[in-house]
């Protein structure tokens, strides 16, 4: 039996290895598109569950691009918990066939990890959280 950790661990964090350590490549990317990016990812989320759409095929893309868009915002730290959290909720999501739906709770519990997530994301980067409130 072979044993991959690379490639375990690869299919566990479910980004490209050059966007989890932040490799550039040639084409420079600048810091203000990577959270731009990743706010309107974050928006387009919360907008998606506010608008009842809680089936897999409807969740688990806008999920996978603002987890995608986290992992290319070189200020955040490796250890910024919406990356966790958010993991959690893709590969829950994975496990569920297209048509399966959250519940109600389940639903409200994503989006409030989504909120809790975009709201630390603001803050180390030094912005006003989505009630407007300088952070402290």
Not at 61 to 83: N, R, T
Request: glycine share 6%; charged share 25%; hydrophobic share 40%.
């Amino acid at each position: 039996m072979m044993h991959c950790t690379s490639a375990r661990h690869r299919l566990q964090v479910g980004v490209p290895a050059t966007v989890e350590h932040r490799v550039e490549r040639s084409g420079k990317r600048t810091t203000a598109v990577s959270v731009a990016e990743c706010v309107h990812h974050y928006i387009g989320a919360m907008d998606t569950l506010k608008l009842n759409m809680f089936a897999k095929d409807q969740l688990a893309p806008c999920l996978s691009d603002l987890l995608l868009s986290i992992y290319k915002v070189p200020q955040l730290p490796a250890e910024f918990i919406g990356k966790t959290s958010l993991q959690v909720w893709r590969d829950r999501l994975e496990r569920m066939r297209a048509s399966d739906e959250l519940n109600a709770d389940e639903s409200r519990q994503l989006l409030y990890d989504i909120e809790l997530s975009y709201n630390q994301f603001m803050q180390l980067l030094g912005g006003n959280d989505i009630f407007g409130q300088e952070p402290s």
